[in-house]
């Protein structure tokens, strides 16, 4: 003989499975929130490292800097004004460019020009890192979808709205300043063979007499 489960059971069941649905949908709702408001709107707390470099351009062969409100990629190597101090966001892709000695931020604003603001905080001065096959990386504005930064051949910004990613004047290289030490350099390594063993015990010792 089957025993039917009482009614008040069977409501309490039903008022569990709504609460853990519900539970459900607004935790998916918070992380949507999140994602929204941390990639439209990156704060100071949301930054997960700080590098400092330059950007190499491929189409004059020398640097980015910002002098203050003008930016051009007529920098030296190791030029004061070509250190780069990049703020990576929390989803790495993500990056503000700021001058190490001008402590203004490379931005874009709504008619594409590029220009030197000394606060970074404003979406227009997010760019977001492309890596290409070619070994050079391209900035795209997160707010202006296709627009790139970019330096014609004398050194001047182009309009975000006249770049494509195809474009050489919108590749750049990272570089390390001049007279820094390239970091991946410590961690190289020399392949050991029977002929560098021998070597070394045969290398004459200068501590010796």
């Known amino acids: 003989m089957s025993v039917l489960p009482s009614r008040a059971g069977t409501n309490k069941a039903m008022v569990s499975t709504d609460h853990s649905s519900h539970e459900s949908q607004q935790t998916s709702a ?31 062969g020398k640097h980015v800097q910002i002098l203050g409100k003008k930016v051009n990629a007529n920098g030296d190597d190791g030029g004061k004004y070509a250190l780069l101090v990049v703020e990576t966001e929390t989803f790495g892709s993500h990056i503000r460019i700021k001058g190490k000695e001008s402590e203004h931020y490379i931005c874009m604003n709504e008619k594409g020009k590029i220009v030197g603001r000394p606060d970074g905080r404003k979406q227009e001065c997010v760019f977001v890192e492309e890596f290409l096959e070619n070994n050079y990386t391209a900035l795209v504005s997160a ?34 300043p ?30 010796r007499n």
């Open 30 to 60: 918070d992380f949507r929130f999140y994602i929204e408001n941390h990639t439209r709107n990156p704060d100071d707390l949301s930054r997960k490292q700080v590098r400092i470099y330059q950007l190499y351009s491929r189409t004059t």
């Open 178 to 207: 001049k007279g820094r030490p390239d970091p991946l350099e410590e961690f190289r390594f020399t392949t050991v063979t029977k002929r560098t063993r021998r070597a070394r015990r045969l290398k004459p010792n200068p501590k």
């Open 143 to 176: 707010k202006y979808k296709g627009w790139y930064l970019g330096f014609n051949r004398k050194g001047r910004p182009k309009k975000g709205s006249r770049t494509t990613q195809r474009q050489q004047e919108v590749h750049f290289m990272k570089r390390q």
